[in-house]
């Protein structure tokens, strides 16, 4: 059982930023794909961001390329997403994701929610205009 718990959500005016933090229980950590998802009202829930359990390889959604940065510290257990130049269209509640039972190989698997079996129970982030 791994539970993940997320902190740094808030309100942000348009072009601010905002990091969020996300810190799970896993022993096996380091072995652990990890995601960031959004899901704003009526919508579904989307892929943000991914990361590999080294670090070494990330992933992003077309929306976010270049204003966000997701990273890990695996001494720590934390993996954070780190949001620039924040739009309206960012406000959503966030969610961190743990792969523990897939490794996934590529862009179409890390951006898939079916790829993780644990979740956040999300942090809220608003972006005003």
């Known amino acids: 059982q791994v539970q993940l718990v997320e902190s740094g959500g808030g309100l942000v005016q348009a072009g601010g930023s905002l990091s969020l933090s996300c810190a799970p229980s896993?022993?096996?950590?380091?072995?652990?794909?990890m995601g960031w998802f959004r899901q704003a009202p009526g919508r579904e829930r989307e892929f943000v961001a991914a990361i590999s359990n080294s670090g070494g390889t990330t992933y992003y959604a077309d929306s976010v390329k270049g204003r966000f940065t997701i990273s890990r510290d695996n001494a720590q257990n934390t993996v954070s997403l780190q949001m620039n130049n924040l739009q309206p269209g960012d406000t959503a509640v966030y969610y961190c994701a743990a792969a523990t039972r897939i490794v996934p190989l590529d862009y179409v698997m890390y951006a898939s929610r079916t790829t993780y079996n644990y979740w956040g129970q999300g942090t809220q982030v608003t972006v005003s205009s």
């Open positions: 896993a022993r096996t950590f380091r072995s652990i794909a």
